[in-house]
């Protein structure tokens, strides 16, 4: 096992309570173990966006994920106790992908579920599914509390 003040936890942030729900519980494996929690999002451009015009402007969906992901780390930090650092990144591409990249070399992934039943889950694909079947490091799913 590596040295706790360079273990990492990485977990995807996305705004949905259950992505929420994760990343409390990111905080308090953080607090047990002495690692740091790196709180990801990611966001890419919907597969309707065209460049003669879509919902928003392209600059405005990084803005948007920087504004969820900030939102949930406030608010996780305000119940927070003990000093547990948190550090945010926001990353362009695929959700899925983004975690994985970004769960080189941590000690632990973890990601909410939405839980979508079998047949969306099949429909529309896995984050968390995929994060489990493809990571390097041990992956936690946190369903809603």
Known sequence: MSDPAESEIVVGVDGS???KAALRWAVRQAGLTGAGVRAVAAWEF???YS???GPMPPEEFEQTARKSLDDAVDEVEHQTVGPVRISREIMHGHSAQV???AAEGAELLVVGSRGHG???GALL???SQRCAQHARCPVVIVREE
């Open 17 to 19: 309570s259950s992505s």
């Open 46 to 48: 919907p597969a309707f």
């Open 51 to 53: 460049w003669e015009g």
């Open 99 to 101: 975690l994985l990249d």
């Open 118 to 120: 079998s047949f969306y």
């Open 125 to 127: 694909g896995s984050v």
